[in-house]
């Protein structure tokens, strides 16, 4: 789209979603603004709370997250649902969705869709839950579907498209150097932007597991015998931060607790090891999973309470990637190559976990600055390694003024992105192939 459609597709965007009703279409029927559904073909991604879509044939789960499969339920009718094999599991259990429309796909295979005027679809790992992937599209522009009132001029035409829709990810080397992605064109990058923001810096995955490990380490085998027993309790997600869980419990030589629901999802997952981890026994491990927003003094409190005798102090991790604080003095607008710069340079250990407010020698509670999504660095990083015309954001999306600002950062990619194809450099220099 030019420009000027740009501002069309996003003002009319704006208008179906305000006040959080958004204008409805026929029956009543709430209006999917254009960013869900894919420009020139029938395919909607993540747009379950809009029903039936017009002219739309596929509709694509990046993963299990209630944010991103609101309204599907027992009742969905409307069409196929292409997702991981995890993910349809998922969702078959905990959403009760008709087996008949679940239809999971393999990994980096690509796959024709039925029903699409020969689009194909790879799917690539997201690096964010169990099961989330990336989606990976290819094929002509063929009909202008959904509710956007802004057509293709590309539809009908013989010429190829290429789209990289990534849901919520984690982005690392492994999603720059896959085969389908490295040195191919994307006409379209779908991109989640959820902390398109420079002071969302925070640091990578693996030292951060790393970390929590080495501190549940110490003052759990650390402690004198005879002085009473450790309970770790992390806080996750109905799915989600199983790698921060899986390094603790190593650590410590423990199995995990968690309750009959939450073991049910655990086991929906492809993760054997994670599986035989698990016991259905409180009291015959230290380590114990709940929500997250119960790691806080007060719920802990009540909870101890249950094991009176057995654990006389708790070690909470609270891993969210709200937790993170900048440093002090970071530069919150920083030059693109500045970035990458300043944030190769950091490394986190324990020490960099703080206690939580509130927190004593009995409630050990820590915030965690660990996320499933990518910081404003590891985006970057990203954005300059692959060949893209063009980004769309789908997260924070409600205001003129938060995508102008997004927008700004996208621009300064595709300047810096030029400079460096330039000279030759093609991807990002990475510490490992699991992150920048």
Aim: aromatic share 10%; net charge positive; proline share 7%.
């Amino acid at each position: 789209m030019s420009q000027n459609k740009d501002t069309l597709a996003w003002a009319q965007a704006e208008l179906d979603d305000a006040r959080g009703g958004g204008v409805r279409g026929t029956a009543g029927r709430r209006k999917a603004p254009f960013y869900k559904v894919l420009q020139g073909m029938p395919v909607a991604v993540d747009a379950f709370r809009y029903g039936r879509i017009p002219g739309v044939t596929a509709y694509c789960l990046t993963h299990a997250h209630s944010d991103h499969y609101t309204n599907l339920s027992s009742s969905w009718k409307h069409g196929p649902i292409y997702c991981s094999e995890t993910t349809a599991n998922l969702i078959k259990l905990n959403l009760s969705v008709p087996a008949e429309y679940v239809k999971p796909l393999p990994l980096n295979t690509p796959t024709l869709l039925p029903n699409t005027g020969d689009v194909r679809v790879t799917l690539l790992e997201a690096n964010h839950c169990p099961g989330s992937v990336l989606f990976l599209f290819s094929g002509r522009q063929t009909v202008n579907a959904g509710d956007s009132p802004i057509p293709s001029p590309f539809v009908g035409s013989k010429r190829a498209f290429r789209y990289l829709h990534c849901g919520d990810f984690r982005a690392c080397p492994r999603h720059a150097l896959h085969p389908e992605v490295r040195g191919k064109r994307l006409d379209l990058l779908y991109l989640d932007t959820t902390y398109l923001n420079p002071k969302y810096c925070f640091p990578p995955q693996p030292q951060v597991i790393d970390a929590c490990a080495a501190l549940a380490r110490r003052v759990v085998l650390g402690k004198p015998a005879g002085k009473g027993k450790t309970l770790v309790a992390i806080g996750t997600y109905s799915i989600g931060k199983e790698r921060i869980v899986k390094a603790i419990a190593q650590a410590l030589g423990s199995k995990i607790y968690c309750d009959a629901r939450k073991r049910g999802l655990l086991m929906a997952q492809d993760d054997p090891e994670l599986h035989s981890m698990l016991t259905s026994d409180p009291y015959t491990c230290q380590v114990h999973l709940l929500p997250l927003q119960n790691i806080s003094v007060e719920r802990m409190q009540d909870y101890l309470a249950h094991f009176k005798g057995l654990f006389d102090r708790v070690l909470g991790f609270r891993p969210t990637g709200w937790t993170y604080v900048p440093p002090a003095g970071t530069d919150t607008m920083p030059d693109v190559s500045r970035v990458i710069v300043r944030d190769q340079r950091r490394v986190f250990d324990e020490t960099g976990l703080k206690p939580m407010r509130g927190a004593s020698m009995q409630y050990m509670l820590y915030g965690v600055p660990y996320s499933e999504h990518s910081s404003f660095f590891e985006l970057t990083c990203f954005a300059l390694s692959v060949d893209v015309g063009k980004i769309i954001a789908t997260v924070n999306v409600g205001s003129a003024s938060s995508r102008g600002k997004m927008n700004k950062w996208f621009e300064k990619w595709e300047a810096e992105r030029k400079r460096r194809r330039n000279a030759g450099e093609t991807i990002v220099n990475y510490r490992t192939i699991d992150y920048w």
